[in-house]
């Protein structure tokens, strides 16, 4: 249950007493198993808001809420290592697009990366909000448990870069194949509930969300950081976003 809780602090900004939470490093580098589950309590709260203003709002008014509430609630953790990958672009050297990455200044490839992921999310979320009163909320909350799934996955195919670094996710450690296959089957099982069509188009964006992250990383860093895997969050939300209206528009 620690590991959980930490894991939910680790990637947003809901407050978790730390007596709550784990204190030794060894078990901090465990908390890639857990990410799954956090992600799905984290878009639960916005999927919660969501479904709140629903009755109150135009579904353009709500799909804005929630893609603002999304960057709020993570602190735009996520968004910030998405920006940071956009810039290390810009680098001709492997050490050159590191370099760019710890840079906390964004360039204008991560602010172009940040407008294009604001705009997909708010033209993705107004189509799910007028499919039906709980197909935003529930995309919220499933993806907040897939994305973060997909981030785990690229973690264990690719090597993890700079272990002694001064990231705050240094050195974590991937979460095996068992707890990758038994998350799947979870968060499967959950969207398949909700409707089979969504599961039979998610499969194949985050497939590609996953393949594009991996072959991407190989390339042009030769491993995956924790930049890397914000990214792979972001991407795997996109992907499975526009492979979602795809199939129910």
């Known amino acids: ?15 978790v007493p730390m007596g709550w939470q784990v204190s030794r490093d060894e078990d901090f580098l465990r908390l890639p198993r857990w990410f799954w589950l956090a992600g799905l309590l984290i878009g639960g709260v916005n999927g919660l808001i969501a479904a709140g203003a629903t009755p109150f709002l135009p579904v353009t ?25 956009a810039d290390a672009m810009g680098g001709y050297t492997r050490e050159r ?17 940040l407008a294009a992921v604001i705009l997909l999310r708010f033209a993705g979320y107004v189509h799910l909000g007028g499919l ?11 993806i907040g448990g897939w994305s973060r799934w ?4 690229v973690l264990q195919i690719l090597p993890y870069a700079h272990p002694q670094g001064k990231g705050i996710g240094k050195g974590l450690r991937p979460a095996g194949w068992l707890v990758i296959a038994s998350s799947a089957a979870i968060l499967s099982g959950l969207t398949w509930f909700w409707n089979p069509i969504w599961l039979a188009a998610l499969v194949p964006g985050l497939a590609l969300a996953v393949l594009v992250s991996c072959t991407l990383f190989r ?5 995956v950081n924790g930049d890397c895997l914000g990214a792979t969050c972001i991407a795997s939300e996109l992907f499975a976003l526009i492979a979602i209206v795809m199939a129910t528009g």
């Open 1 to 15: 249950m620690r590991l959980f809780l930490t894991s939910i602090s680790f990637l947003s900004r809901i407050p």
């Open 61 to 85: 008014m709500v799909a804005a809420i929630a893609a603002c509430i999304q960057i709020i609630i993570t602190g735009a953790f996520h968004e910030d290592g998405f920006a940071d990958v």
């Open 97 to 113: 697009r590191f370099e760019i990455m710890r840079d906390p200044r964004l360039g204008t490839f991560g602010v172009s990366a």
């Open 132 to 142: 039906a009163s709980w197909s935003l909320p529930v995309f919220l909350i499933l």
């Open 150 to 153: 997909a981030s785990v996955l």
């Open 219 to 223: 390339r042009v860093f030769g491993s």
